[in-house]
């Protein structure tokens, strides 16, 4: 949206409506590469947390653990991602997106063989450490990079593409069981933990030959570089331009400044923020009112993406279907994979729509139809409880479909959409450590979930798990519905305005003024 556009709204009293572009232009094919080469960092996520659901029914014999330990060692990787995710911010202001990215391949490699090799539950552990500060670091960095490369009229799509390889990396996850459950007991879930170290290699070699995110070139200085990029991620040379423009304005760098191909202004000096210094004061300490209603939003939506369930079903699916009348290792084993066909085919789902129809109404869909889903098999294992065993056959039916029912609708919106919507509405000097809480809050609702459900179920049943995550996804549509504006075709540099933020030149004395700009009042510390 243009500048003009946005003050035309704002002169009317109301908060700028976005607009998507009139017509569509073609998809920006070096963006697309950009975007995939990222997002493939999503994989390591998605293979872990899947692998582990099979892996675990071998594990526990071989290693002679509790089902206790298995629930701590399955959910704790979500915990140690925080110090990845947390760090990651502050890496991508430093080292930029793309290094960040190379070292999240680098230690998610070494995860992967140290859990491969463990030869007891200690150094599984260790691995898991490991192997979760990797997943911490590509979980944040992938979509930043993605939404700081992506012309407006496609962000939504390619900002959308971590999240589809999440799931592609959950359905490998699900094939490495299924294919391996057959080998001796104690290889087995060996192989499938090792087969997770060959992925980081190729995507390291891959990331080396992306460009660096314009955004982070700018915030150093090297407009020049900036501007190349731009050139080749952008639709035509004016929207090349009019975003170099408008992010600039948003680093505070006056017009005219780094107008020569070969510029490079010393922001450093000037800007004390172009490394990340003095973010979190500004987003924790004393932040204005868009920025804490921005912060409200991304952690909102990331807790209801993750409090409502998804990984319980992702990695204990085996049990659930076991519940539900699955008894061998190889029926339940061929049921999850449907569950990760099912989750990875849906999401292309929100990767069409994400730009046509908006971020609003694919949230609100997934969460109700997530809602249905999880009354209905909550109902129909409440159901077979009550029954005698075997006797259940057409219940065992309707659970196995409320299951791929639920992944269904967590791909079209709550899954992609949680990352692509956080990515987007964070002013540029805020926006790497803001996602980085954000993620954090992924991470520490997907662990607590996760190491919780073993216990839950058995404290209050299947049946009275899931009713209580449909609970909680009915106050999550509750919340989008209320709380979250549309940022459909809106500039990165303009998402602000949809919360309440203002101009940059409407710096006031007051540090606390609602319009005050927050990236001007950085760039002046």
Aim: proline residues 5%.
């Amino acid at each position: 949206m243009s500048n003009s556009k946005q003050h035309d709204a704002a002169d009317d009293g109301g908060i700028p409506a976005p607009e998507a572009p009139a017509k569509r232009p073609p998809l920006n094919k070096y963006a697309l590469a950009c975007a995939v080469l990222a997002s493939m960092n999503s994989i390591l996520l998605g293979y872990d947390v899947s692998v582990m659901s099979g892996a675990q029914l071998f594990m526990k014999q071989d290693l002679k653990i509790t089902d206790t330990q298995i629930e701590i060692l399955a959910g704790i990787i979500n915990i140690y991602s925080l110090v990845g995710s947390l760090a990651a911010g502050r890496t991508s202001d430093w080292l930029g997106r793309r290094y960040t990215m190379v070292l999240a391949a680098a230690i998610f490699f070494a995860g992967a063989l140290i859990m491969g090799l463990a030869p007891s539950y200690t150094i599984l552990m260790l691995g898991r450490f490991v192997a979760g500060v990797g997943v911490g670091y590509a979980l944040m960095i992938a979509p930043v990079y993605t939404a700081e490369v992506s012309p407006t009229s496609a962000r939504g799509l390619l900002t959308s593409f971590p999240e589809v390889f999440i799931n592609t990396g959950v359905l490998l996850g699900y094939v490495s069981n299924y294919a391996f459950h057959g080998l001796p007991v104690h290889l087995s879930w060996r192989v499938m933990f090792l087969v997770g170290a060959v992925p980081p290699i190729f995507l390291a070699l891959g990331v080396l030959a992306m460009p660096e995110s314009p955004r982070w070139l700018v915030m150093q200085g090297r407009i020049g570089d900036a501007r190349r990029v731009l050139a080749k991620t952008s639709n035509s040379p004016a929207e090349a331009e009019e975003r170099l423009a408008d992010i600039k304005n948003a680093i505070g760098i006056p017009d005219g400044v780094g107008d020569n191909d070969d510029d490079v202004v010393v922001v450093a000096r000037r800007n004390k923020g172009s490394h990340g210094e003095g973010v979190w004061r500004d987003l924790l300490i004393r932040p204005t009112p868009p920025v804490r209603r921005i912060l409200i939003a991304c952690l909102g939506l990331q807790f209801f993406q993750q409090a409502s369930g998804i990984d319980s079903v992702v990695l204990y699916s085996p049990r659930v279907f076991e519940k539900a009348g699955l008894r061998s290792n190889n029926n339940s084993l061929g049921a999850t994979m449907a569950v990760g066909a099912t989750k990875t085919l849906f999401i292309l789902v929100a990767t069409f729509f994400l730009d046509r129809v908006g971020r609003r109404p694919l949230l609100l869909t997934s969460a109700g139809g997530m809602v249905v889903s999880l009354v209905t098999l909550a109902s129909a294992l409440r159901a077979i409880d009550r029954l005698p065993e075997g006797q259940a056959t057409s219940l065992a039916g309707v659970s196995i479909a409320a299951v791929l029912t639920f992944v269904a609708s967590f791909s079209i919106g709550m899954g992609p959409i949680a990352w692509v919507y956080s990515s987007e509405i964070f002013p540029l000097r805020l926006r790497a450590q803001g996602c980085a809480l954000g993620t954090a809050m992924n991470r520490v609702m997907s662990g607590t979930i996760t190491m919780s459900f073993i216990s839950l179920y058995k404290a209050i049943t299947f049946a009275g798990s899931f009713y209580l995550y449909a609970g909680i996804a009915a106050a999550g549509w509750l919340f989008m519905f209320f709380f979250l504006p549309e940022t459909r075709g809106s500039n990165l540099e303009d998402t602000e305005k949809l919360f309440g933020g203002g101009d940059h030149d409407e710096d006031k004395e007051d540090g606390h003024d609602a319009q005050k700009s927050t990236e001007l009042s950085s760039s002046q510390q």
